[in-house]
């Protein structure tokens, strides 16, 4: 255990929902025979989830900054439509039509914003409102019907990587794409060890790291050559690196970043970040109008995933991506929560889901189960609070957190009892 | 020790957190019918006992014995504890603002019939206990009206009223101005002779001195020595030097000021209550401060002064109905917090739990959180400059902690106040205005958080000090404005300031006593030097 602990972190948290995604992943490969971790079975979990996926990358932004958005589901309706419509009848090019959603998205994401952000209406209230008025939106756009979508516009949703170079029984660029990930994460932990120790900060052991990385990059590479292993033609899909490109983007914003600090200095305590200096208006109009953007995004991609939108497209998703975040470990009152715990939430619950269909349960069980999964993962994080052990924001690719115990300072003055070394564990 | 039995022994009591080992075999006796008072540096382990003894951490968290009353007592919770008579008062207060007195008096012990609150017996019983404190207030009237030293008296009416033998008081007068802080003391005194037993933690010796029958010095989580107030000979000066090992010669840093020309200056600013119209709670205030100059600000509860800064920095209290500020000889208008910030004003808040933490946050984010931008490139926030920038403060402050990777809720209240300070220090105002810098601070490092005042001072910065504690103000100050119901009542030298008249030119209502005031000490120091 203590062994597990310097190499994951002192965070339960996210160590817990790791391992948990990690059980169910075992548990089902051996209920289904090896079913779940075919090629092709990863392949179509990824598309058919990475738009629930997207969702939740937006959802918890708008959860660490205290808020909630209800209407994700029919905004994605609203737009899926609307670019469907302006390909068919204006014959939009497919990219412009991408373009266009996005431009949607925003405006109705400023929308939604200004009356959370400058008229101080609850997100609840306002995105309720904004869940009927999209649905409604939909089906007068649409006419309540179904419209196709034309084949280069498909890609978003269900095209994969393309074949090229010379044959090696992979898809060469899936491989190319999985190893530079694997460069990329070993220099990184490198030279912020390097930084480490330039400034004395407290380090990671050595064999952490080294474990804890061979872990990850053992992890990408098993994931990438299954990818790259699918069938001539199928590989990585587009959605999936869709996807992959947002998170990287959103977890660096979010971590790394001024704004992203603000974000969750509005939620952890809104008065106390406006006399630093936060504006926490703009800040919380961004949030939403970032949740919409991202809900045009998931929209589009699924009506080009399932070919056509429809009436009843985006239905329950604001569901699917808040139980995804919260799975992942954010608070209900804000101020916690991170991009990659969202995703992992996610993952839990798409394994659920399809492993679940691999073995015929039935749709009625799916739903009970999911619902106390939930239950269960919100509870071992309340509880795990009320312990006192930290099980806030999870950092797996920090190193400096993982000290399993450390010493009082030193006092200044050497008159006084210097405070012993502590090893507790849990 | 006399022949009073003990009420209470907590015997060989050792508690710890992930990592830090908060009390080490701390013992403590008190005997009934006494006041007890606990002292220690900030983060020496006093509330954290208190917690142990009330049932906050129960049973099975701690190693040691809890002897009450005779028996080994193993409180589950709190509720547990209060059941036996204990009751404790946390140092951050815990009250429901939207409630009213008489309903959060009876929180949680409702009086009723079948399930209904019987109104007439609650308002009745209510009324009855806030005699006991000596509060005068319609038990019907809403906490959050009342002020921070009326609110403290309703937490002990609510003790009294659940029927307690020991009542803990952990840091009670730290929000309290002097007034408020010497009734309370009376009151603890007159539970004294009814035979409630007491234990109080405070910052403030003089209260200590003047009220326990004995102390416990704990330092570094141990239980270092237990003197006996009651028999004589016990004074501030030994209280310390049990707290901190050593002797300290004097409450203030060696300090003689390098007075610059004056660079900011404020003129007849006028301010309403954000909810309330027509209020004003600035009414036509003009002040200025000098490079290297610490200008203090005295006024009694309530008095404007917190509101006055605020509204000074970057309009964050009600709305400016007029008046001019000049920074560096020409005008401003700061129109928001971010301004002020730029413009080089800082401004340290007197509420640190509600406004000036985000108690989820840790330690190094928070030191950065006014001035982000001094550690961004581009934005994108460079950890180790943070990182780095951090470990300096917790350093220069002596902030308890293990790394500054730890969460700021983990830290007991002093050190949470610095940390605060430390965020301000970091932003690097040229005006820095502290609102009671050194509330819930122990002795030496408030030595400490002077000597950076006076630093950021000589460095020819300005310095606000708006502060309830007179001697602070008195040792501080290089001259000091006195406000009373939103007005400026006087102006002082730091020569020709005392207790006295400051504390007169803080209660002079009324115009006409207030122009009356500002003309005699214009004329001899600070105009003058001006
Ligand atoms: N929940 C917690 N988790 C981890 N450490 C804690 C926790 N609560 C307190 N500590 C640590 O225990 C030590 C004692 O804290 P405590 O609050 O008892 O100090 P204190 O004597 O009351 O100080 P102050 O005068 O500043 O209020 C501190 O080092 C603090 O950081
Ligand atoms: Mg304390």
């Given at each position: 255990m203590k062994h597990l602990k310097a190499v994951f972190g002192n965070d339960t948290r996210q160590f817990g929902m790791i391992f948990a995604l990690i059980a169910l992943i075992v548990f089902f490969q051996v209920r289904t025979n090896g079913l779940l971790l075919t090629p092709t079975n990863v392949i179509n979990l990824f598309q058919g989830n990475s738009y629930i996926l997207v969702l939740a990358i937006g959802m918890v932004l708008v959860i660490i900054a205290g808020h909630i958005d209800l209407s994700v589901g029919s905004v994605a309706a609203a737009v899926g439509i609307s670019v469907a419509i302006a390909m068919r009848d204006w014959s939009l090019p497919w990219g412009l039509a991408i373009l266009f959603g996005l431009l949607i998205g925003a405006i109705i994401g400023a929308w939604q914003g200004f009356w959370v952000a400058y008229v101080g209406i609850p997100a609840f209230i306002v995105t309720l409102a904004g869940m009927l008025i999209f649905r409604g939106l939909n089906q007068k756009i649409g006419d309540s019907d179904s419209i196709p979508v034309p084949n280069g516009y498909q890609v978003i949703g269900r095209g994969y990587l393309p074949e090229f170079g010379p044959l090696t029984g992979y898809n060469n660029l899936t491989l190319i794409i999985g190893l530079a990930l694997i460069a990329a994460i070993v220099t990184g932990a490198l030279r912020t060890r390097r930084n480490q120790r330039k400034i004395g900060a407290d380090m990671a052991p050595m064999w952490t790291v080294v474990v804890r990385l061979l872990l990850i990059c053992g992890a990408i590479l098993a994931v990438t050559l299954l990818f790259a292993s699918g069938r001539r033609g199928t590989s990585f899909p587009v959605s999936g690196l869709i996807l992959g490109v947002l998170v990287l983007i959103y977890s660096f914003v979010s971590s790394r970043t001024v704004i992203g600090r603000h974000v969750y200095a509005v939620g952890g305590n809104k008065h106390a970040a406006e006399l630093s200096g936060v504006k926490s208006k703009q800040i919380n109009f961004l949030v939403m109008m970032n949740m919409s953007i991202l809900a045009a995004l998931a929209g589009m991609m699924f009506v080009a995933r399932s070919t056509a939108s429809g009436p009843s497209d985006g239905v329950n998703w604001e569901l699917?991506?808040?139980?995804?975040?919260?799975?992942?470990?954010?608070?209900?009152?804000?101020?916690?929560?991170?991009?990659?715990?969202?995703?992992?939430?996610?993952?839990?619950?798409?394994?659920?889901?399809?492993?679940?269909?691999?073995?015929?349960?039935?749709?009625?069980?799916?739903?009970?189960?999911?619902?106390?999964?939930?239950?269960?993962?919100?509870?071992?994080?309340?509880?795990?609070?009320?312990?006192?052990?930290?099980?806030?924001?999870?950092?797996?690719?920090?190193?400096?957190?993982?000290?399993?115990?450390?010493?009082?300072p030193a006092p200044a003055d050497p008159a006084r009892n210097i405070s012993e070394t502590v090893h507790t564990e849990a | 020790m006399s022949a009073a039995p003990a009420l209470l022994e907590m015997r060989q009591i050792t508690k710890e957190f992930p990592g830090v080992k908060a009390l080490s075999d701390v013992s403590l006796t008190v005997r009934r019918g006494e006041v007890h008072a606990i002292c220690g540096e900030n983060g020496a382990g006093k509330s954290t006992l208190m917690k142990v003894l009330s049932g906050v951490y129960p049973h099975g968290t701690y190693d040691g014995d809890i002897v009450f009353e005779g028996e080994i007592v193993q409180f589950k919770d709190i509720r547990a504890s209060e059941r036996a008579g204990i009751v404790i008062i946390h140092q951050e207060l815990a009250l429901i603002p939207e409630l009213s007195i008489a309903e959060n008096i009876f929180l949680g012990n409702e009086r009723a019939r079948g399930g209904r609150i019987d109104w007439v017996g609650t308002n009745r019983r209510a009324i009855e206990l806030l005699r006991h404190v000596g509060l005068r207030e319609d038990p019907e009237t809403p906490i959050k009206t009342i002020g921070v030293g009326k609110q403290q008296l309703v937490e002990i009416a609510k003790a009294l009223n659940k029927d307690v033998k020991l009542l803990i008081l952990d840091e009670p007068t730290a929000a309290l101005n002097e007034e408020d802080s010497a009734h309370l003391l009376d009151l603890i005194e007159g539970l004294r002779e009814r035979g409630i037993t007491s234990i109080i933690i405070s910052h403030k010796l003089n209260e200590i001195e003047r009220i326990a029958d004995s102390v416990t010095i704990i330092r570094d989580g141990r239980s270092i020595e237990t003197l006996d107030v009651a028999a004589g000979?016990?004074?501030?000066?030994?209280?310390?030097?049990?707290?901190?090992?050593?002797?300290?010669?004097?409450?203030?840093?060696?300090?003689?000021?390098?007075?610059?020309?004056?660079?900011?200056?404020?003129?007849?600013?006028?301010?309403?209550?954000p909810q309330v119209a027509g209020r004003l709670v600035c009414k036509g205030s003009s002040f200025h401060v000098r490079r290297g100059e610490i200008v203090g600000f005295a006024g009694l509860m309530g008095a404007g002064r917190t509101e006055l800064m605020r509204s000074i920095f970057g309009r964050s209290y009600g709305t400016l109905l007029g008046g001019r500020m000049i920074l560096d000889g020409r005008e401003v208008t700061l129109k928001n917090v971010s301004q002020a910030i730029d413009a080089g004003i800082g401004y340290v808040t007197e509420d640190r739990k509600v406004l000036g933490l985000n108690l989820l946050d840790d330690i190094k984010t928070t030191t950065t959180a006014a001035r982000l931008k001094k550690i961004a490139k581009h934005l994108v926030v460079d950890r180790n400059a943070e990182f780095a920038a951090a470990d300096g403060y917790r350093r220069s402050l002596r902030t308890k902690t293990p790394s500054v990777e730890e969460g700021v809720a983990k830290l007991s209240g002093g050190n949470q106040q610095k940390v605060v300070l430390a965020k301000w220090l970091f932003a690097e105002p040229e005006l820095l205005i502290l609102d009671e810098p050194t509330r819930g601070i122990d002795v030496g490092a408030k030595y400490e958080i002077y000597g950076i005042i006076q630093q950021l001072a000589d460095a020819g910065k300005g310095v606000i000090v708006v502060s309830s504690e007179l001697p602070e103000l008195l040792g501080l100050s290089d001259r000091i404005y006195t406000i009373c119901e939103g007005r400026i009542t006087g102006e002082l030298a730091k020569h020709e300031a005392t207790q006295e008249n400051l504390m007169r030119l803080m209660t002079t209502t009324g115009s006409a006593a207030g122009r009356a005031a500002t003309p005699a000490a214009g004329s001899t120091g600070a105009t003058a030097a001006r």
């Open positions: 699917d991506a808040i139980a995804a975040v919260f799975i992942g470990g954010a608070a209900v009152s804000g101020g916690v929560g991170t991009v990659v715990g969202s995703i992992v939430g996610g993952l839990v619950m798409a394994v659920l889901n399809n492993g679940m269909q691999l073995l015929s349960v039935g749709a009625d069980d799916t739903s009970i189960i999911k619902g106390l999964v939930l239950l269960l993962a919100v509870a071992f994080d309340v509880y795990n609070k009320s312990q006192g052990r930290p099980s806030l924001i999870g950092r797996l690719t920090s190193g400096r957190r993982d000290r399993p115990a450390v010493e009082q | 000979g016990v004074d501030e000066d030994r209280i310390i030097k049990g707290m901190v090992g050593r002797s300290l010669e004097s409450r203030f840093p060696e300090h003689t000021p390098r007075l610059g020309e004056t660079f900011f200056e404020v003129q007849d600013w006028t301010v309403e209550h």
